[in-house]
């Protein structure tokens, strides 16, 4: 069974920072591509970060230089910093597990973040 279990999300003042983090199981995590997404009220869910098994990274421009995303292979474990948060990186953020190998993607449950203005 599946699991991608987020945590670190919250309430914070524009500005500020949070850490993200998104504890896998069930998966082979080190092969996967790990990714971070994000919805907003009334809005599509987009991409924020990736992190393929290689270690390559990308960003949305939105993002680009403010957040970083990494992965630590031995506890299975992706996060995401976000620094010089702003009110519109409110939103839902969701970890995505995909396995290029296989073509499965896994997503958590969501952890709300909200950056007050």
């Known amino acids: 069974q599946v699991q991608l279990v987020e945590s670190g999300g919250g309430l914070v003042q524009a500005g500020g920072s949070l850490r993200l983090s998104c504890a896998a199981s069930?998966?082979?995590?080190?092969?996967?591509?790990m990714g971070w997404y994000r919805q907003a009220p009334g809005k599509q869910r987009e991409l924020v970060a990736t992190?393929?098994?290689?270690?390559?990274?990308n960003y949305s421009d939105s993002v680009k230089g403010r957040f970083t995303i990494s992965r630590d292979n031995a506890k299975n474990t992706v996060y995401l910093q976000m620094n010089s948060l702003k009110p519109e990186d409110t939103a839902v953020y969701y970890c995505?597990?995909?396995?290029?190998?296989?073509?499965?993607?896994?997503w958590g449950q969501g952890t709300q973040v909200t950056v007050s203005s």
């Open positions: 992190i393929t098994s290689a270690a390559a990274t």
């Open positions: 995505n597990a995909y396995s290029t190998s296989f073509g499965l993607r896994y």
């Open positions: 069930g998966i082979i995590f080190r092969f996967n591509t």
